[in-house]
C-alpha cells in the first residue's frame, strides 16, 4: 500500500520524472556531439615557421605531417612574425622555427639550433612536439655517425665541379653497400627472436570519451533522484500521512519498506533507459544491460535510505536540504559521477572509490566492460547491503521516536 501510494503520487509528477531521466541522456548527447563515438585523442595545431626551404628542412616538415604525428598535430607553414602571434593568443600548441642554413649544417654536422615555442596552456601535445624533435635529432646523429664522411664527399665534389665528381659519387655508392651489408648481420635475419602467444583472456573494450562518461551520469541521475524522494518525508510529515500510519497496526518498517520499493521501481525504470540509452549513444553493446541495471537499481536503494537518514536526523526541512546537499555534491564529485575516475588526479580517485557512489561504480565500470569478477561483486554487494540494512534501522527507529511527532 505505501509503494503504490508514492508510485500514484509519482505518476501525477511526469516533471520530475523527466527531469531525473533527462540528465544523463543530455550530458550524454552532448559528449557523443562533440566527441563522438570512437576513442579520443588530442588535436593541435603546429606551426612551422621554415626560413630555411632546403631539402632536409622539409623532412622534417613531412615528418611531423606522417602518422602517427599527424594524428596528433595539424601543420600549417607560416611566415615567423605571423607565426608568434598566433601561438601568443593561444591558438596553436606549438610553433617551431627552422633557421637559414638548417640544411647545410646538417649536412656538415655543424652546430645549429631549432627553436620549438610552446603554449603555455597545454601540457601534453607541446610535449609530443618536443619529444619528437629529441628522435629526429638522434636519427640525425646516428644518420651521421654512418654515413656522414660519404655525405660530405659527394657535398665537397658537386660544390667544387671537379672532374672526379662521378667517380666520387661511384666510391661512395660502394661506401654505403659496404654499411649495408654490415649492418645486415643485424637485421637480416634479426638477432631477436619474436614468438607470440595470444591468450585465451577476455579483454576490456577501449572506451570513447562519451563512454566513460556512461555509468557516470547514470549514478548521478540516481543521487538526484534519491534526493528527491527522500524529501517527500518532510512532505508526508507536514500532511500527517506518518503519524495516522503509527496509528495503524502497520510497523513504521512496514511504511519504510514500500516508499524504498517505490524509490527502486522508480530507480530500475530511469536506470534502464539512461543505461540503454547511453550504451547505444557510446556505441558499447547492449549485452550487459540487464545486469548493469540491476545493480544500479540496488545501488539506488542505498543512495535512497542514506539520504533519508540525513532527512530524518535535521531539525527542520530546510536545514535538510542543506544538509542532504552538503553531503551529496561531494559524493558526486569524488565519486566519478560527475568527473570519470580516470580523468582525475591519482590521489582524488583513491578517494573517490571509498565512498559508496564511487565503490558501487567501480563495479558498474567492469560489469559494462564484461570483466566483472563475481567474488568481488559480491563482496562488493554485501558491504553495501549491510549499510543499507543499518541505515533502514535506524531510519525506522528515527521516524518512530521523534520524526513523526
Not at 658537386?158 to 643485424?186: M, Q
Not at 510529515?237 to 513504521?252: D, E, Q
Request: hydrophobic letters at 55%.
Amino acid at each position: 500500500m505505501a509503494a503504490a501510494k508514492d508510485l500514484r503520487r509519482l505518476r501525477r509528477d511526469p516533471v520530475s520524472l523527466a527531469l531525473w531521466l533527462g540528465i544523463p541522456v543530455f550530458v550524454l548527447l552532448l559528449m557523443y556531439v562533440l566527441f563522438g563515438r570512437g576513442e579520443t585523442r588530442p588535436q593541435g595545431r603546429l606551426l612551422i615557421a621554415d626560413e630555411d626551404g632546403s631539402f632536409v628542412s622539409g623532412l622534417v616538415v613531412q615528418a611531423f605531417r606522417q602518422e602517427p604525428l599527424a594524428d596528433f598535430f595539424r601543420v600549417e607553414k607560416l611566415a615567423q612574425d605571423q607565426a608568434q602571434r598566433e601561438v601568443r593568443r593561444g591558438r596553436a600548441s606549438a610553433l617551431l622555427i627552422i633557421p637559414k642554413g638548417f640544411g647545410r649544417a646538417v649536412l656538415r654536422n655543424e652546430p645549429v639550433q631549432l627553436r620549438l615555442i610552446t603554449n603555455p596552456s597545454q601540457r601534453i601535445l607541446p610535449g609530443i612536439a618536443e619529444e619528437a624533435l629529441s628522435l629526429l635529432t638522434d636519427a640525425a646523429f646516428y644518420f651521421q655517425a654512418l654515413a656522414g664522411d660519404e655525405i660530405r664527399r659527394i657535398r665537397e665534389s658537386a660544390e667544387s665541379g671537379a672532374d672526379s665528381a662521378e667517380a666520387d659519387v661511384a666510391a661512395v655508392s660502394v661506401e654505403f653497400y659496404r654499411i649495408g651489408k654490415s649492418l645486415a648481420g643485424w637485421l637480416s635475419p634479426p638477432r631477436l627472436k619474436l614468438e607470440t602467444q595470444t591468450l585465451a583472456t577476455q579483454s576490456s573494450p577501449r572506451r570513447g570519451f562519451a563512454a566513460a562518461f556512461v555509468p557516470g551520469m547514470v549514478f548521478l541521475a540516481l543521487l538526484f533522484l534519491a534526493m528527491g524522494l527522500s524529501a517527500d518525508l518532510w512532505r508526508e510529515r507536514a500532511h500527517g500521512v506518518l503519524r495516522r500510519w503509527l496509528a495503524t497496526p502497520r510497523s513504521v518498517e512496514s511504511l519504510l519498506a514500500g516508499k524504498l520499493l517505490a524509490a527502486m521501481t522508480v530507480s530500475f525504470a530511469v536506470s534502464l533507459i539512461a543505461l540503454g540509452c547511453g550504451l547505444w549513444i557510446a556505441g558499447l553493446p547492449l549485452g550487459p544491460l540487464i545486469p548493469a541495471t540491476l545493480w544500479c537499481t540496488f545501488s539506488a536503494a542505498l543512495f535512497f535510505l542514506l539520504l533519508s537518514l540525513l532527512q530524518l536526523y535535521a531539525a527542520n526541512e530546510r536545514t535538510a536540504h542543506v544538509l542532504v546537499n552538503l553531503a551529496l555534491f561531494p559524493m558526486i564529485l569524488l565519486g566519478g559521477s560527475l568527473f570519470p575516475f580516470e580523468v582525475m588526479p591519482g590521489s582524488l580517485a583513491r578517494i573517490g572509490r571509498l565512498t559508496p557512489n564511487g565503490w558501487a561504480l567501480a563495479r558498474l565500470r567492469e560489469l559494462l566492460d564484461g570483466a566483472a569478477d563475481p567474488v568481488r561483486l559480491a563482496h562488493t554487494a554485501a558491504w553495501l547491503a549491510l549499510v543499507a540494512a543499518a541505515a533502514f534501522l535506524l531510519a525506522a527507529r528515527r521516524v518512530r521516536r521523534h520524526f513523526a511527532i
